[in-house]
DNA sequence: GTTATATCGGTGC
DNA sequence: GTCCGACATATTCGG
DNA sequence: CCGAATATGTCGGACGCACCGATATAAC
């Protein structure tokens, strides 16, 4: 009996009136057990909010303004229509993403108003959701994993997880737990030609602190660039990024380098591919290059990338995954050449590492990362083995406008417009939404509204008098803000009482901050 | 009919 | 990418 | 020793910046 739209809409609907995590893995596999064996896959994805799994290439190209035009005017329903299905709806999804060329736009449109003529106001609620790809059911990869394992009656956890993190298809991994059964999914290691999800780090404020974490560690560079997985199986080499897409055609350098200096046939390397001229270049840079499809020869020149390479995880077709940080770096520095590895110490003494967070600081990187030496590489995780260290900035600055939040935060004001004092007036540079608690949120929803000069939809601007402390990573030239710089991860430290918006930070002094900058990086000056 | 500009979606951090 | 809050579980505390 | 208070691990959700390509629309 195939599982209609409606099922899952209700299902949607009790996973997001309940908190408990545990609740809602239940009742998810519930649902694993009684939908038709060949919708688990489409259920999988539809709860999660993605149309496609990770590992393939397809997208829909349909958003915000797409979803909520084909919304506003959708069909009114057939009568006849039999009830659509979970597996109908993919069909359409599938539809949708090959649709491209001239008019595509419309002929999506009209495939969406088509599916939302066919269900219910509430179905096409968590329809839209899932097309959008925010469900805010509560419910996302680790619930869904958890059930997966739950209702398969897999031993351990583990073995679910792990199995998603090497294949990036979590549909997949769901059709062969719950039918072929659990142990059908045991393989333990990566495949050559199949990117699998790389392991993450937390952050952490000083190299003391990763110390007093970890006793002894290795420190490497942390670089500002695009984090890569490289594949190699003869004169074959593909290299993907962090979310599994495919860069190769935009990295011919790379695909050179691996070809050339790795003298293994079949391997798996991870690292870091940045903008690099005598110095790094800006972070924007690397984007230019990694985004581009059209004329890469043509850039090649001006933004010359530089591959760092920090991990292997696969050598002479063996996979390494097990092995412990420092004889994963032995293997690697066996493999390949040296100027190609990322400069990195080992060492327990905090002053020494202090030392080589400065070096990487005055040569223009983000900081260092510290790795735990007997930890083995956990696809996909993140956790304390592996910690970055970067330094933030701030600046004072001044709210002049903001915006009301979604979600959990309706009916805050929790976006802010952040500005510089420029000459008798304000110079926005950037929005920010995080540092704050909810209860700071509801103070400042109340303080901005009491000082609000004007209001629309979304954005209420306000007369300029608070002022908050700002941290940043780096500051960025901007395309979009008439200042022409823009600040990059800006999140609030502190709101200064004591301040007055006169007192706040001027664009001139950011500016003098973007041009520090480059006494350690490269700049590009373009014509 | 061709070319410039705007909008949207998807991706990196 | 960063940050906060919530839930579940592990650990410590107080009597 | 046991239940309560507190710490820790994980997950989910809230949204930022820039960039490019593809398509749609405006302007010539």
Redesign the pocket.
Same mark, same amino acid.
């Given at each position: 009996m195939p599982t209609s739209i409606r099922a899952f809409a209700d299902l949607c609907e009790q996973l997001e009136s309940t908190?408990?995590? %545990?609740? @809602?893995t239940e009742l998810l596999a519930d649902l694993f057990h009684c939908v038709d064996p060949d919708e688990i896959g489409s259920a999988v994805l539809l709860m999660l909010?993605r =149309?496609f799994p990770e590992s393939d290439?397809r997208?829909?190209?349909?958003?915000? =303004?797409? /979803?909520s035009k084909a919304w506003s005017s959708k069909k009114q329903s057939m009568l006849f229509e039999e009830e659509l299905t979970l597996n109908g709806v993919t069909s359409i999804l599938g539809k949708i993403a090959e649709t491209?060329?001239?008019?595509?736009?419309?002929?999506?449109e009209h495939l969406l108003q088509n599916l939302f003529g066919r269900v219910t106001t509430k179905e096409r609620e968590y329809l839209a959701r899932s097309l959008?790809?925010?469900?805010?059911?509560?419910?996302? #990869?680790? /619930? /869904?994993?958890?059930s997966i394992a739950l209702s398969s009656g897999a031993q351990n956890i583990e073995e679910i997880?792990n199995a998603y993190m090497l294949s990036g298809d979590m549909s997949n991994v769901a059709e062969i737990a719950l039918l072929k059964g659990p142990a059908e999914l045991k393989r333990i290691g990566p495949e050559p030609f199949v990117p699998f999800k790389p392991m993450?780090?937390e952050?952490i404020g000083s190299v003391e602190e990763a110390l007093s974490i970890m006793g002894e560690a290795a420190f490497e560079f942390k670089l500002?660039?695009?984090?890569?997985q490289i594949h190699k199986k003869g004169d074959d080499v593909r290299i993907y990024?962090?979310?599994?897409?495919d860069?190769t055609e935009s990295l011919p350098e790379v695909v050179g380098l691996s070809r050339k200096s790795l003298a293994d046939d079949t391997a798996i390397l991870e690292g &870091?591919v940045i903008a690099f001229r005598d110095r790094p270049l800006p972070?924007?840079?690397?984007?230019?290059?990694?985004?581009?499809?059209?004329? !890469?020869e043509g850039?090649r020149d001006t933004v010359p990338v530089k591959l760092y390479i920090f991990d292997i995880l696969m050598r002479n077709g063996e996979s390494l995954v097990n092995l412990s940080c420092m004889d994963r770096w032995h293997v690697l520095e066996d493999a390949v050449p040296e100027d190609l590895l990322v400069p990195r110490i080992v060492t327990g003494d905090p002053a020494i590492a202090a030392e080589f967070f400065n070096l990487a600081l005055s040569e223009g990187h #983000?900081g260092l990362m510290a790795k735990s030496l007997d930890s083995i590489y956990a696809v996909g995780?993140?956790? @304390?083995k592996w910690l970055?260290i970067?330094r933030?900035q701030t600046l004072d600055l001044v709210i002049i406008a903001a #915006?009301?939040?979604?979600?959990?935060? &309706?009916g805050w004001l929790?976006?802010y417009h952040l500005a510089a004092v420029s000459g008798d007036g304000f110079a926005m540079v950037?929005?920010?939404? %995080?540092?704050?608690?909810? #209860?700071?949120f509801k103070w400042m929803t109340q303080r901005l509204l009491a000082t609000a000069i004007r209001k629309s939809d979304h954005v209420v601007e306000v007369k300029p008098t608070i002022v908050v402390e700002v941290?940043f990573?780096e500051i960025? &030239?901007?395309?979009?803000?008439e200042s022409g710089l823009?600040?990059?991860? =800006?999140? !609030?430290?502190n709101i200064r009482q004591d301040k007055d918006p006169g007192e706040a930070d001027t664009i001139e002094t950011m500016r003098a901050m973007y041009e520090s900058q480059f006494k350690t990086k490269d700049r590009i000056v373009e014509k």
């Open positions: 908190s408990s995590r %545990k609740k @809602k909010g =149309a290439s997208t829909l190209d349909v958003g915000y =303004a797409t /979803i491209q060329g001239t008019g595509s736009r419309k002929v999506k959008f790809g925010e469900m805010r059911t509560g419910v996302s #990869e680790g /619930i /869904i994993l958890d997880r993450l780090a952050s500002d660039g695009a984090r890569v990024s962090r979310r599994l897409t860069l &870091e972070f924007q840079h690397v984007m230019r290059r990694i985004t581009r499809v059209h004329d !890469i850039l #983000e995780r993140r956790g @304390k970055k970067k933030a #915006e009301w939040g979604y979600g959990r935060r &309706e929790s976006d950037g929005k920010t939404f %995080k540092g704050l608690t909810d #209860e700071e941290a990573d960025q &030239e901007s395309p979009t803000y823009a600040l990059r991860f =800006a999140r !609030i430290k």
